[in-house]
């Protein structure tokens, strides 16, 4: 079953994220079963989306990426929001 997590990160610039994003990209694989991502600046940080096949292969990413994450000095804040989805479609994928 799909899930949504929803990330606040107060404290995090978007350079940060850039940082972090670039040397996760250059991982194969590591983002095997993510459907959407969603990055939006806000006034006090950052907010992510995410759209995941399951939640054990979102488990399975963040396990890989807060070492990264917490190397680059980002801190281990709260957890973020896990929701099952009802449905989702892509627009022109035919679903």
């Known amino acids: 079953m799909a899930i949504l997590v929803h990330a606040v990160l ?3 610039s978007t350079d940060q994220y850039d940082t972090l994003n670039a040397k996760l990209q250059a991982m194969p694989g590591l983002f095997d079963g993510c459907i959407s991502h969603a ?3 806000t006034d006090s940080g950052l907010e992510i989306f995410d759209l995941w096949e399951t939640e054990e292969k979102m488990k399975a990413f963040a396990d890989r990426m807060m070492p ?3 190397d680059l000095g980002w801190p281990e804040g709260p957890q ?3 929701v099952s989805v009802h449905n989702y479609w892509i627009p022109g994928s035919g679903g």
């Open 10 to 12: 107060d404290g995090i």
């Open 80 to 82: 973020p929001r896990v």
């Open 68 to 70: 990264i994450a917490i």
């Open 39 to 41: 990055c939006v600046a």
